[in-house]
């Protein structure tokens, strides 16, 4: 009977373990189809960018209520002004990759975004004194080597394909940013954090929005309107809900090789559904760049916790 109890456990705790990876490669599928949706939706990358965050503010915060976390959130000036600040620096991440991808391939744009890693493990050493092994070092050697084999191949101060991938590069180093801000918030959910962040973008790139280019999302075709509410809802707010829910419940190194799935969707993306053209030196560029940073992931004989 004892033997039947422990096994039944096991099999229910594997089920949920299984549930939670699903979750997590769901999300991570959506995230990588993200540019099918941004390329049809024909406002400015800052006011998709502003719609984007005020409808994934609207399903956070439903599901935290619904959850019953908003009573639980305990939060001090100092981490309020990190959230603000990191907030308003994703949402112009957010611009800045979705206008790279009107000057470059969505695979190249991407493949620069992905450099962001390699730029945390940079800064990490200089910010939080973190250790730079022989590992580490070549890895970023590798991805660095990649990076610029991207830039030549595409011809170098040339047209607007360099013009994207500076775009991209920002984009990642503005991520970069975020998520070395997030190494330094331990006091509140991932959740409740995104949430937090996402309020704080909507109110900087709002004015921002109206100043540069106006409103104009009453001016969008059904086509447009579509592809804006997928991309608020499903590719924000119901991934990033997928995602939250489940990341903390497997190990970091599993979380880790599971986000490169959003990279290699959206490779598949640029150059099957959009039909975009990528040069072979480009893809070994990005071939070096994912491989590196995905081996920089993995620390032999201990798990190491996985920073969204």
Same mark, same amino acid.
């Given at each position: 009977?004892? @033997? %039947?109890?422990?096994? %039944?456990q096991?099999?229910?705790?594997?089920?949920?373990?299984?549930?939670? @990876?699903? @979750? /997590?490669i769901?999300?991570?599928?959506?995230?990588?189809?993200?540019?099918?949706?941004?390329?049809? /939706?024909n406002?400015?990358?800052?006011? /998709?960018?502003?719609?984007?965050a005020?409808?994934?503010?609207v399903?956070?915060?439903?599901?935290?209520?619904?959850?019953?976390?908003?009573?639980?959130?305990?939060?001090?000036?100092? !981490?309020?002004?990190?959230?603000?600040?990191?907030?308003?620096?994703?949402?112009? %991440?957010?611009?800045?990759?979705?206008?790279s991808?009107?000057y470059?391939?969505?695979?190249?744009? !991407?493949?620069?975004?992905?450099?962001?890693?390699v730029?945390?493990v940079?800064?990490?050493?200089?910010?939080?004194?973190?250790?730079?092994?022989?590992? @580490?070092?070549?890895?970023?050697?590798?991805?660095?080597?990649?990076?610029?084999?991207?830039?030549?191949?595409?011809?170098?101060?040339?047209?607007?394909?360099?013009?994207?991938?500076?775009?991209?590069?920002?984009?990642a180093?503005?991520?970069?940013?975020?998520?070395?801000?997030?190494?330094?918030?331990?006091?509140?959910?991932?959740?409740?954090?995104?949430?937090f962040?996402?309020? =704080?973008?909507?109110i900087?790139?709002?004015?921002?929005?109206?100043? !540069?280019?106006?409103?104009?999302?009453?001016?969008?075709?059904?086509?447009?309107?579509?592809?804006?509410?997928?991309?608020?809802?499903?590719?924000?707010?119901?991934?990033y809900?997928?995602?939250?829910?489940?990341?903390?419940k497997?190990?970091?190194?599993?979380a =880790?090789?599971f986000?490169?799935?959003?990279?290699?969707?959206?490779?598949l993306?640029?150059?099957?559904?959009l039909?975009?053209?990528?040069?072979?030196?480009?893809?070994?560029?990005?071939?070096? /760049?994912?491989?590196?940073?995905?081996?920089?992931?993995?620390e032999?004989?201990?798990e190491?916790?996985?920073?969204?």
């Amino acid at each position: 009977m004892l @033997k %039947n109890v422990v096994l %039944n456990q096991s099999l229910s705790k594997r089920g949920k373990n299984v549930k939670d @990876k699903l @979750k /997590i490669i769901g999300s991570m599928f959506i995230f990588g189809t993200l540019s099918i949706f941004v390329k049809n /939706i024909n406002i400015s990358s800052a006011e /998709i960018a502003l719609w984007r965050a005020v409808m994934a503010v609207v399903i956070l915060g439903g599901t935290m209520a619904l959850t019953g976390r908003t009573g639980k959130i305990k939060i001090d000036g100092k !981490t309020l002004a990190k959230l603000f600040v990191s907030g308003a620096v994703m949402g112009f %991440n957010w611009i800045l990759l979705f206008e790279s991808y009107k000057y470059t391939s969505v695979a190249v744009a !991407t493949l620069c975004y992905y450099f962001e890693p390699v730029l945390v493990v940079a800064a990490s050493y200089f910010m939080f004194k973190e250790r730079l092994g022989v590992k @580490k070092l070549l890895c970023f050697a590798g991805a660095t080597a990649g990076l610029v084999l991207i830039v030549l191949s595409s011809g170098f101060g040339e047209g607007n394909g360099i013009k994207g991938i500076a775009m991209a590069l920002l984009a990642a180093v503005f991520y970069a940013f975020v998520v070395l801000v997030n190494k330094s918030i331990n006091d509140i959910g991932s959740l409740e954090r995104t949430f937090f962040q996402f309020v =704080s973008a909507v109110i900087v790139v709002f004015p921002y929005t109206a100043a !540069t280019g106006g409103l104009h999302i009453l001016q969008l075709d059904m086509a447009g309107a579509v592809c804006l509410g997928v991309l608020g809802v499903v590719h924000t707010g119901i991934a990033y809900v997928m995602y939250f829910s489940a990341v903390s419940k497997v190990s970091g190194q599993q979380a =880790s090789l599971f986000g490169y799935i959003d990279p290699a969707t959206a490779v598949l993306v640029s150059a099957f559904v959009l039909r975009e053209s990528v040069g072979i030196m480009q893809w070994i560029g990005g071939a070096a /760049i994912l491989i590196c940073t995905l081996l920089n992931e993995f620390e032999f004989g201990k798990e190491k916790n996985l920073t969204v």
